[in-house]
């Protein structure tokens, strides 16, 4: 019986000790509580700072750090919490993805669903619905994506569409019919939610929801798809192996936390079981297989914009991506 | 339909929070150990073609190990998207230290 879907360890071409894996992938509460703790010390430091630096020119790279702080973990995280690899006890989890899920703007069970179709199609035309720009990436594109306007016009149509009822077809395909009713009562509970806020603060005149998370979370937006563009930009499209379509790359302590070990993205699409804490073990179980990660957040993001700006310009064609192993 | 018990393998080749994979017939099923008791269900899972013996066993419950969806062992049920259809369990015993699955005889 054919266990192949279109894009796993199987189709990369990929092999590792099953008892190994087992061992990685075994769940546990204390990297998650031991992250999250880390993460709100880290929110009440840069948010202190941030209050400090008001009214003062200071207050622009403290926002920029706060915003950064708040945005790239409750992606990471919530990305953890939707694999359901975070956390062992399940309503942690769960609770952790809905509150990450209305940082980060897309509704739990819709990610789960729309990410699950992104791993078994990973940077596939016409069936991975999370390619989110058309490819080649143009310059628009690329600026769309990097302000974070794009991920914005993306998760508001789609949650308007959703609370409706007016699915996309995309999500009409990558949805079990039974549960489009639970993805159109969890956009309206978001929206709700979202409103509450809003209601609340236009009424109290109170500005520390506009200080505190809205502008933070915009200019975190932008931190955010630093790290998120540089996961399948550029690489190789329609092929089953994941070392090609998918980029790994290396990066200090700071960014390995705010990314939840997420830059080891190969890894991460090869055995999507294997939780965040456990991926750099993996990673250097499959050093051998895998291609050099790339070097560094900032270099790989100039690699990307290089690419898209020398195809523009005529200089290149193709995508970067595709490389020797 | 009358059921008929096969032998899957020894208690002891199946730990703690493991399961393991049995082949029968042109099937295939996932005999687990949750540290309860153990069962089995059908192998694949209900959302994709993974095999759950491959999966992340926690407590009573299987993670698929493709998308995580989530099944409760003991009775099949999907209780995690993106699984959302039950699995097929069979009645499993444990018997002078085997694990015996039970299937309909036809197949």
């Known amino acids: 019986m054919s266990e192949v879907t279109a894009t796993d360890a199987q189709s990369s071409g990929v092999v590792c000790d099953e008892r190994q894996l087992k061992t990685l992938a075994r769940r546990s509460d204390v990297p998650g509580l031991r992250h999250l703790g880390l993460w709100i010390l880290m929110l009440v430091g840069s948010g202190w700072l941030l209050h400090l630096s008001l009214g003062g020119a200071a207050v622009i790279p403290a926002l920029a750090l706060f915003g ?49 179709r992104h791993h078994s199609y990973t940077w596939m035309q016409g069936k991975d619905v999370q ?30 569409r959703n609370a409706l009822g007016r699915f996309h077809p995309d999500v009409v395909d990558f949805t079990p019919p039974s549960e489009l009713t639970k993805l159109k009562w969890e956009a309206r509970a978001m929206l709700a939610i979202y409103a ?45 192996d994941l070392r ?82 | 339909m009358t059921q008929a018990w096969h032998l899957v393998c020894k208690a002891d080749q199946i730990e ?17 150990n949750t540290g309860r008791g153990h069962y089995a269900s059908d192998g694949m899972c209900t959302h994709e073609k993974a095999h759950l013996a491959r999966g992340v066993v926690v407590g009573d419950f299987v993670e698929c190990p ?22 097929k369990t069979y009645p499993v015993k444990v018997e002078d230290g085997s694990i015996f699955i039970a299937l309909p005889q036809d197949e």
């Open chain 2, 66 to 87: 493709l998308h995580q969806g989530r099944f409760h062992i003991p009775t099949g049920k999907a209780k995690g998207a993106p699984a959302c259809i039950d699995l």
């Open chain 1, 244 to 325: 090609r379509s998918t980029r790994s790359f290396a990066t200090n302590r700071v960014g390995r936390f705010l990314y939840a070990n997420m830059n080891h993205h190969i890894e991460h699409h090869l055995y999507p079981r294997i939780p965040f804490h456990a991926l750099p073990k993996l990673g250097e179980a499959l050093r051998e297989q895998l291609p050099q990660p790339s070097r560094g957040l900032f270099a790989t993001n100039l690699e990307v914009l290089r690419a898209v700006a020398q195809r523009t310009f005529g200089k290149r064609r193709g995508l970067t991506g595709e490389r020797a192993l």
């Open chain 1, 131 to 160: 390619m989110p720009f058309r490819t080649p990436l143009t310059p628009k594109g690329w600026l769309l994506e990097i302000s974070g306007i794009g991920q914005y016009l993306y998760d508001a149509e789609h949650m308007a």
């Open chain 1, 196 to 240: 509450a806020g809003a209601t609340a603060t236009a009424l109290s005149g109170a500005l520390w929801p506009l200080v505190y998370l809205v502008v933070p979370r915009l200019v975190g937006g932008v931190a955010m798809q630093l790290f998120t563009i540089i996961q399948h930009a550029e690489m190789e499209e329609n092929t089953p």
């Open chain 2, 16 to 32: 703690e929070e493991e399961a393991r994979r049995f082949n029968y017939a042109g099937k295939t099923y996932a005999v687990y």
């Open chain 1, 68 to 116: 950064t702080a708040l945005t790239v973990p409750a992606y990471s995280l919530s990305h953890e919490c939707s694999h359901g690899t975070a956390f062992r006890t399940r309503w942690l989890n769960e609770s952790v993805l809905w509150l990450t899920s209305l940082i980060y703007m897309e509704g739990p069970t819709m990610r789960r669903y729309a990410h699950a």
